[in-house]
DNA sequence: TGCTTTATCAACAATCCGTTGATAATCTGA
DNA sequence: TCAGATTATCAACGGATTGTTGATAAAGCA
């Protein structure tokens, strides 16, 4: 965050407007239907300034979200705290609160770009965030490949993919509950199964 | 599927050139940048002929993909058969296993579709057909709301969000596993989660 | 065979793109 | 404050793609 390079106000000006535009454009009619005229129109900028601090709508989005994720990122760079075995639901991690407190601050713009089913790789970005946050919880939690239920690596994107998936569902019905009851949830459906009653059954010759 | 219309065969031929021009552009180039005026030319057919049977490239693709659709959500149909409460992973279910053979039979194109970030609707899609697959799954096996972790809702968009994310991992990796030992595998970490020693923290008041 | 449907072809106005060069407005730093 | 640098504006361009048209050729059907 924040290079020392001094920033000409007009530019900082100029990018906000146009990034605000597009939003709104996409939620209108969709990111594949925006045009470079529609957001400098909307932005009331000219067409070429568009062209001065980006190559096309593609880049303007990436640059616009970007530092969206990386907050997300920062947000839950809070150190994992297992407590050996026993997890509470709750009283979650406070990485996980944070995750839906990130998002749903912003919860306008992620619901836009989530529910957006042609979103150049703002998915694919968020998944690696959860992937990367998944992959840590499960080092924490249990090292030992050989106690994990099925590959580490297809665990990960399991549930990453699975937290994503609530995400957008949580999002696309408004927030229905609060940050730290959908972090509950996520940690104990993602610690306990489905399903109350477990029925685990263990080889016992391993 | 096959309603009675008799279908001209240059109908047929054309539909067929156009799709799998479409396809092999997709993996080229990106879905957004595919041209009409490419799809023509690689199918050697001019471009009003592709008018005479599209609106547009959303129209082709939404068309060529719904027949796999169809025909995966057939395959799945098989009836879901719970043994009360012990599930063996290496006896996974039929429709578990249909689900992942249907995909490998055309990993090529769903490789495509699914890899592409920026594809409309074919992922949505796919997540209906495996949300309706994981509805029925749960009702079979916990009809009980009470019996829930989490509420119904969030837990069938859970884990078809999973479903769907390992099943791209696995087709991104060019189906290293096959379709019976994948259906194991998430049945396995669907039910008893993913670790093999589970602490379970029940309110004794409820 | 004759009739219908489909495919081809060229051409069209319309839109959007990415860039250019000249000019005006704004900001920075000494 | 003011001069130089940066940024924004404007009009205009060639090029690409779009969606449509009307006329013609080819292929399928019964």
Redesign the pocket.
Known sequence: MSKKE??????V??KRMLTDALIALIEEQGFEKV????ITKKA??????F???F???YDLLEQSTDDMIVELKEAMKTSFIASKGTYAAETPNESFIQLFTQIGAYDYIYRVLLSESTMPHFRDKLTTVLSEFIADGMTVMQPDDNLLTIPREMAIRFYASAFLGVIIWWLKNDCPYTAKYMAAQLMKVTIQGPYKQIVIEQKPSL
């Open positions: 001094k920033v000409d106000p007009r530019v000006r100029t045009t470079v005229q529609a009331m900028l000219n067409r070429a300034t062209y001065l601090h190559t096309d709508k």
